[in-house]
């Protein structure tokens, strides 16, 4: 080595979170579904764009290097547009949006601050469980609508009113 070179690269490595087996599928059925799918990510610009890859999730949809503060102000903006938010997470970095979400998500795995800050915690750690607990949900919402709408009509006669004697001292 030239004196003032610096030395050489002997070694190098990479580590990464494995992206989780199930991803795809769930980003894949939440997508046909007719939900937008986010990303956002505390890693690196690079990182994120090829997770996001990976799992199928459009590159204009994938924000890297957000702090918690900016996943906030993620989901502030998507409020504001209109939009009612799911956001899933398992990190105490997730936690202030977890908050904010209209519907914040926890995996079962997470940190507990997550898990506090979420409205739903899926026990396994699975994000096929977000698309199941959705489409639970639409079906129960359905059938309390379809029950209101069968349900009798009040009858008026035997509706409860205010009792109108006098009340004992």
């Known amino acids: 080595i ?3 070179a610096p030395p050489p690269v002997c070694g190098l490595v990479g580590v990464a979170d494995a992206v989780k ?8 059925a939440l ?26 999730i459009a590159t204009d949809r994938v924000l890297a290097g957000l702090k918690p503060q900016g996943k ?9 547009a209109g939009k009612v938010v799911a956001m899933v997470g398992d990190g105490i970095n997730d936690a202030p949006a977890l908050s904010q979400a209209d519907l914040g998500i926890a995996l079962g795995a997470g940190t507990d601050i997550a898990i506090d800050s979420a409205k739903i915690v899926l026990m396994r750690n699975s994000l096929m469980g977000v ?8 079906a129960t919402f359905k059938r309390i609508k379809l029950n209101f709408g069968t349900s009798p009509s009040p009858n008026p006669t035997s509706s409860p009113t205010p009792d109108s004697s006098p009340s004992p001292p």
């Not at 997508?31 to 199928?56: K, L």
């Not at 906030?72 to 504001?80: E, P, R, Y």
């Open 2 to 4: 030239p004196p003032g």
């Open 21 to 28: 087996a199930d991803a795809k599928a769930a980003v894949e």
């Open 31 to 56: 997508s046909a579904s007719g939900i937008e799918v986010w990303m956002c990510s505390g890693d690196n610009e690079r990182t994120a764009r090829a997770v996001g890859a990976q799992v199928g």
């Open 72 to 80: 906030v102000a993620h989901v502030k903006a998507l409020q504001a």
């Open 131 to 138: 698309y199941a607990a959705l489409q639970i949900s639409k």
